[in-house]
């Protein structure tokens, strides 16, 4: 079946950074965007930014611009979100969702990866 | 970057409706039809409702419709049901950052 499967939680330094995995299966990974969403605990969701599988292009919410890093490896079909710096703002479960081509909605999510950010 | 504003609470009892307004501007909902609603359970990942305003993806029941006048977009839920209880967040592209807005988020308990 169709999924997003991302990596486990982890536990950071402030200043230090974290790279988030999002294992795509069971469709054609080039064929769709990535966009990376995050929710800090109890608040609503927040747009990260996206990557296209096909070409690498990517676009990224101006308030994480110079602090975050979108990846794709088109050969294992798996996406990637670096993140620098972190704060304990940063503190929040992550999640990767495919896009529906062209309408800025997400289908697809994966289960979400708690990244806390903690002295 | 600006959060799209929905009431906190919405509430009805079985088999009534309910409608969860999402305002913005004309920058971002009022501009374009990329309007989307997600469901999300406590502790799960959203789940996709409605696209394009008023889109349903496959399987999801067509109690839930949406739709859209001026800066303000529209979920109704029909015949609610227990399982209707969750939080209901819209999105919307907003052109002038070329970025995806979420709304703050809506409550909607089953009375």
């Known amino acids: 079946q169709v999924q997003l499967v991302q990596s486990g939680a982890e536990v950071k330094k402030p200043g230090a950074s974290v790279k988030v995995s999002c294992k795509a299966s069971?469709?054609?990974?080039?064929?769709?965007?990535i966009s990376w969403v995050r929710q800090a605990p109890g608040q609503g969701l927040e747009w990260m930014g996206w990557?296209?599988?096909?070409?690498?292009?990517?676009n990224y919410a101006q308030k994480l611009q110079g602090r975050v890093t979108m990846t794709t490896d088109t050969s294992t079909s798996t996406a990637y979100m670096e993140l620098r710096s972190l704060r304990s703002d940063d503190t929040a479960v992550y999640y990767c969702a495919r896009e529906i081509a062209e309408s800025d909605a997400f289908d697809i999510w994966g289960q979400g990866t708690m990244v806390t950010v903690s002295s | 970057q600006s959060a799209l504003t929905q009431p906190p609470s919405a509430s009805g009892s079985p088999g009534q409706s309910v409608t969860i307004s999402c305002t913005g501007t004309s920058s971002d909902v009022g501009g374009y039809n990329y309007v989307s609603w997600y469901q999300q359970h406590p502790g799960k990942a959203p789940k996709l409702m409605i696209y394009e305003v008023s889109k349903r993806p496959s399987g999801v029941p067509d109690r839930f419709s949406g739709s859209k006048s001026g800066n303000t977009a529209s979920l109704t839920v029909s015949g609610l049901q227990a399982e209707d209880e969750a939080d209901y967040y819209c999105?919307?592209?907003?052109?002038?950052?070329?970025?995806?807005?979420f709304g703050t988020g809506t409550k909607v308990t089953v009375l």
């Open positions: 990557i296209s599988a096909y070409n690498g292009n990517t």
């Open positions: 069971g469709y054609t990974f080039t064929s769709y965007g």
């Open positions: 999105s919307s592209y907003a052109g002038s950052n070329n970025s995806l807005d």
